[in-house]
């Protein structure tokens, strides 16, 4: 399973940012998806999820502004990151393989490499 992420950047708070994470060899559907991110010095933490029943999932801090969705025919998860604060900054990653809630990131058996979003304020 390789999971690629893109999209990452650098954007102005209040700025917009869609990533975009490109699976190959996973089983589209078969266990949770996710979004998560890490700050240094901090520990990784789910942001948004996606359940196999499509149902989805966010942390309290980016309900309202951060959108996970699915595009099965490429096998390609997405986040749309709206009015992006500068505390959102840091290194993101997509995972799959994993499910409970979605968010946790010990159950995930698949990670991507990161891609790095810094706002500015």
């Known amino acids: 399973v390789q999971l690629a992420e893109s999209g990452g950047g650098s954007v102005q708070s209040g700025g917009s940012l869609k990533l975009s994470c490109a699976a190959s060899?996973?089983?589209?559907?078969?266990?949770?998806m996710g979004w998560f991110r890490q700050a240094p010095g901090k520990e990784r933490e789910g942001v948004a999820g996606?359940?196999?029943?499509?149902?989805?999932n966010y942390a309290d801090s980016v309900k309202g502004r951060f959108t996970i969705s699915q595009d099965r025919a490429k096998n390609t998860l997405y986040l749309q990151m709206n009015t992006l604060k500068p505390e959102d900054k840091a290194m993101y990653y997509c995972?799959?393989?994993?499910?409970?809630?979605?968010?946790?990131?010990?159950?995930?058996?698949?990670w991507g490499q990161g891609t790095q979003v810094t706002v500015s304020s």
């Open positions: 995972a799959a393989g994993g499910c409970s809630g979605a968010l946790e990131p010990g159950t995930y058996l698949y």
């Open positions: 996606l359940r196999i029943d499509d149902t989805t």
């Open positions: 060899g996973y089983r589209w559907g078969a266990r949770c």
